[in-house]
């Protein structure tokens, strides 16, 4: 039997709007009642709250229900993609740590997806599946528990099925398409580095690239991570001569929309407990368009 302190999770079925959805699903409950939970913030799209009686839903598309004792949540500034009672995945901005380094607190995606899942389960925790860098946007995994996390992280290269990223770099790769192979060490100062050959402190890393447009300056590329390797995208796109825009570090030029041109843009799994595929996907970031308006023409 459910208690107060449960949360409903809700799927629609077909493309529709959150109101219609809600009057043919919650049983029991008058349009006006419906209404109050939207007015009173007991609703959640994606994982995030939401007022508005005509946000467009899919299928894809997660309600969730608060119960009317649960502290009304804070708006997330980024969104859910993925939620279920083992894994959670969110869209992490740039410029947000995933998690403090040092064991020191302040404002990480951990932190912030720990309070969300503690409204309704105060005593609940998550746990970190796998790290984005600071800089880089995107796809981030968390699991509900110490023996999901496990699962997954034991099991990591044969759950894991595709780990894509967009970058922008600078210039144009020498080839449409192509893979980079080498072997990373990092010095004392964690700065990684590329060796041509196999060595005792190396470790090999292999990334696929594709070239989707370029303009000369810069380029924007669909990337694959066969292997998972510290900072792997940005050194070897720095070995093309195609630095990341906005990797200082790995060479790249300063980034003219203030930001690393990073982005992990997909996510497919096999599901620990289910056996599924879960197949998450984010779009571009919209300032990387930015970098590919043609310029503005001077009066003739």
């Excluded at 109101?19 to 007991?42: D, W, Y």
């Excluded at 595709?162 to 893979?179: I, N, T, W």
């Amino acid at each position: 039997m459910k208690t107060s302190q449960e949360r409903r999770q809700l799927r629609p079925a077909v493309e529709t709007t959150l109101l219609p959805f809600l009057l043919e699903t919650v049983k029991g409950k008058s349009r006006n009642a419906i209404k109050n939970l939207l007015t009173h913030r007991q609703v959640l799209v994606d994982g995030a709250v939401v007022t508005r009686h005509d946000v467009p839903l899919t299928p894809a598309s997660v309600v969730t229900l608060l119960p009317p004792d649960a502290p009304a949540p804070a708006d997330l500034p980024f969104p859910i993609c993925y939620e279920d009672e083992w894994l959670l995945a969110i869209e992490k901005p740039a410029g947000l740590l995933t998690v403090s380094s040092g064991g020191q607190g302040g404002r990480t995606a951990y932190r912030l997806v720990s309070d969300h899942v503690r409204i309704a389960h105060p005593e609940a925790r998550v746990f970190v599946v796998h790290r984005l860098d600071q800089d880089t946007s995107g796809l981030l995994l968390f699991a509900k528990s110490r023996e999901t996390q496990k699962a997954l992280q034991d099991h990591w290269a044969d759950a894991v099925r595709e780990r894509g990223y967009l970058a922008v770099v600078a210039g144009r790769p020498p080839q449409e398409e192509d893979v980079v192979r080498s072997w990373l060490r990092e010095t004392r100062t964690h700065l990684v580095y590329s060796v041509p050959g196999p060595c005792k402190e190396g470790k090999e890393a292999i990334t696929g690239y594709r070239l989707v447009k370029s303009n000369g300056t810069y380029s924007l590329l669909e990337l694959y991570l066969q292997t998972g390797r510290k900072n792997q995208i940005r050194v070897h796109m720095g070995d093309l001569g195609c630095p990341v825009v906005g990797d200082r570090r790995y060479g790249g030029p300063k980034s003219p929309i203030g930001r690393l041109c990073l982005h992990a843009h997909k996510l497919t799994f096999i599901h620990p407990f289910t056996g599924q595929t879960v197949a998450l996907r984010s779009r571009k970031p919209r300032d990387f368009n930015r970098l590919f308006r043609e310029p503005d023409r001077a009066p003739q």
